[in-house]
Structures are given as C-alpha cells and as structure tokens.
C-alpha cells in the first residue's frame, strides 16, 4: 500500500545534541509537510516543500531545519534541542490540486528530550 | 482572521448511540473542510472532506458531516458509535496561498462507553 513511513516511531535525544527526523513516501506527492504536535494539541505546520521549494511558517524556530532530497524522502534536523522540543512530529503528503488537497499523515515520531 | 473551533474539548458517549462533534470554522472565501482522526500514538488519518456540491458528505468508518455556510458549521456525525471510534477528531481547514496550510482545531476527545 501507498503510505508515508517516519522513522524512528521513538527517538530520546540529549539536550542540545543535534537529531534528524525522518519520512518518506511512496504516495509520489510533490508536498511533504512536518508538523509538531505537543500533547492535547492541535499539530502545528512548522514548514513544507512542494517539490523543492522549501516554505518556512513565520513562528517557526531557527532551531528547525528541513531537507527533501528527493520526492520521496523528507528530513527533519533539530539542530540543538531544548526541552520544549519535546513532542510528536508528523510528516504528511498531499498532491497538488485546484485548493487545499488532504493530508496523508505519517504515524509520527515520538521525541523525548534528556 | 482564519479559524477553527471546536466547542468540546471531550465528548463521551454510549457504545451503539449517535455522535455529533461539533466544529465552526471563520474563512473569507469559500471552505475547504476536512476532519481528520487520530488514535493514540498514530497519525492523522483523514475521515471525509467538503470542497464544494451536497453539503451532506459522506466518509469512512460510517461517518458523514455538513455544511452549513448560514452557521459556519462542519460538524461530524455517526448513527452508531461503536468502541473503536474512541479518539482524538480534528476539524480543519485548507488556508493559505496554494491551500498548503491546513489550520486545525483543538480536537475533541471521543470517549466510549461499553
């Protein structure tokens, strides 16, 4: 089946110490998104490509880095976590159509934050 | 300003009774509407989406919603709630230039009871 895969489901990771998130997608999408999505909330669009143009939320940190080096795969570097960092990170897809297209949402990475 | 409310934060109800979750939404232009599902330690999945027709649509799992533009409304249906609907439901709506930002609700929180 067509799907988007995030790995790892579970990553632990050292205050301050750089870690990379990632998705990829066999659905051949040209938008990859990453969400964050701390505990009882809503997710939170922190940036998205659509192909390889990259398009940054304003409220974004600069603590949050993303690479596509391709169609099907998507990264998510955090370059010094702190402990507000701590959340779930979706990765989704969607096609490109006439309006807004549904998500096809990734099952997440659970990040933990020492 | 572009907005998604979901009036109740959590909703329980008896396994075999009808469901409404209720979701008013603030757009300019015509809405692109959508509700997503989430269980625990998954991703979004997406349950059914308006663009523009019959304001009754219809999704999976059994679930339909509709379109009330006089009421600013999409709101969520089941006739029969059944133990595996227990989740999180998100009502969304595609914004922002090229529809590539989704502004989610809060979610409301289904709980079944046997």
């Known amino acids: 089946d067509a799907m988007v895969i995030q790995n790892p489901r579970y990553q632990v990771t050292q205050f301050g110490k750089p870690v990379t998130l990632s998705c990829s997608q066999t659905?051949?999408?040209?938008?990859m998104y990453w969400y964050q999505q701390k505990s009882s909330q809503a997710p939170k669009l922190l940036f998205h490509?659509?192909?390889?143009?990259?398009?940054n939320e304003a409220d974004t940190p600069d603590n949050f880095q993303s690479r596509r080096p391709n169609t099907s795969f998507c990264f998510l570097d955090i370059r010094s976590p702190g402990l507000g960092d701590a959340a779930m990170y979706l990765c989704?897809?969607?096609?490109?159509?006439?309006?807004?297209?549904?998500?096809?949402f990734g099952d997440g990475t659970r990040l933990s934050i020492l | 300003a572009q907005s998604v409310t979901q009036p109740d934060i959590h909703i329980t109800v008896s396994e075999g009774a009808s469901l409404e979750l209720r979701c008013n939404y603030s757009?300019?232009?015509?809405?692109?509407l959508f509700w997503y599902v989430q269980s625990p330690g998954q991703g979004l999945q997406l349950l059914l989406k308006?663009?523009?027709?019959?304001?009754l649509v219809q999704g999976i799992k059994g679930f339909e919603a509709e379109f009330k533009r006089s009421q600013s409304s999409f709101n969520l249906r089941k006739p029969s709630v059944h133990w595996s609907d227990a989740a999180e439901y998100f009502c969304?709506?595609?914004?922002?230039?090229?529809?590539?930002?989704?502004?989610f609700g809060a979610g409301t929180r289904l709980f079944v009871k046997a």
């Open positions: 757009y300019g232009a015509t809405p692109y």
């Open positions: 989704a897809t969607s096609r490109v159509g006439q309006g807004p297209q549904p998500q096809h």
């Open positions: 308006y663009f523009s027709g019959d304001t």
């Open positions: 969304a709506v595609g914004a922002g230039t090229g529809g590539f930002k989704t502004i």
């Open positions: 659905l051949n999408h040209n938008v």
């Open positions: 490509y659509y192909d390889k143009d990259f398009n």
